[in-house]
T-cell receptor
């Protein structure tokens, strides 16, 4: 089983719909992150969380919200999806050690029509 | 604030040829540096990282990178590539021991295509 699991892997939906992307991890890490990847733009940080009660905005948080339901679960919501939120979304975790390499899920490909 | 520039968006090479993927960064503080690889339909995997010490860092799959502080570079190299190395490669930076080392800033990626 994967250490960082994202569901769903693919989703197609319509403009204006509410969408939730889920992430769960078995690595026991405290820190969790949500990124979006767009072709030619690399990965950009949406939100990050150091623990259940500590959630922070990243560089592109507008239009998104998150919930850290437990140490192992971190979900990303689009309250009213718009087409320019079509992207590949990644969840990542880290343990806070020096250099803090992040461990990534396999991504959710989201298309908004 | 940190930034990362990957100088080539695409690098085509033939199998068994050497390759260098270039990465430059800017930061006002000491940094940690990373290279990640993304195979099709997968997430990112850590190839190697530089935290401190020796400036030549060896990673998985025969890759290595050299940290050059004076040139603010962290180029990735492999002496002989295989078809299976075809993937997108991302350079990333975070603040070092005295910086904000909890956030990664990524470059825009370099697509390495290895041709037979």
């Amino acid at each position: 089983d994967a250490d960082v699991t994202q569901t769903p892997r693919n989703r197609i939906t319509k403009t204006g719909k509410r969408i939730m992307l889920e992430c769960s991890q078995t690595k026991g890490h405290d820190r969790m992150y949500w990124y979006r990847q767009d072709p030619g733009l690399g990965l950009r940080l949406i939100y990050y969380s150091f623990d259940v009660k500590d959630i922070n905005k990243g560089e592109i948080s507008d239009g998104y919200s998150v919930s850290r339901q437990a140490q192992a679960k971190f979900s990303l919501s689009l309250e009213s999806a718009i087409p320019n939120q079509t992207a590949l979304y990644f969840c990542a975790t880290s343990d806070g050690s020096a250099g803090m390499p992040q461990h990534f899920g396999d991504g959710t490909r989201l298309s908004i029509l | 604030a940190q930034s990362v520039t990957q100088l080539d968006s695409q690098v085509p090479v033939f199998e068994e040829a050497p390759v260098e993927l270039r990465c430059n960064y800017s930061s006002s503080v000491s940094v940690y540096l990373f290279w990640y690889v993304q195979y099709p339909n997968q997430g990112l995997q850590l190839l190697l990282k530089y935290l401190s010490g020796s400036t030549l860092v060896k990673g998985i799959n025969g890759f290595e990178a050299e940290f050059n502080k004076s040139q603010t570079s962290f180029h990735l190299r492999k002496p002989s590539v295989h078809i299976s190395d075809t993937a997108e490669y991302f350079c990333a930076v975070s603040g070092g021991p005295r910086g904000s080392n909890y956030k990664l800033t990524f470059g825009k990626g370099t697509l390495l295509t290895v041709n037979p």
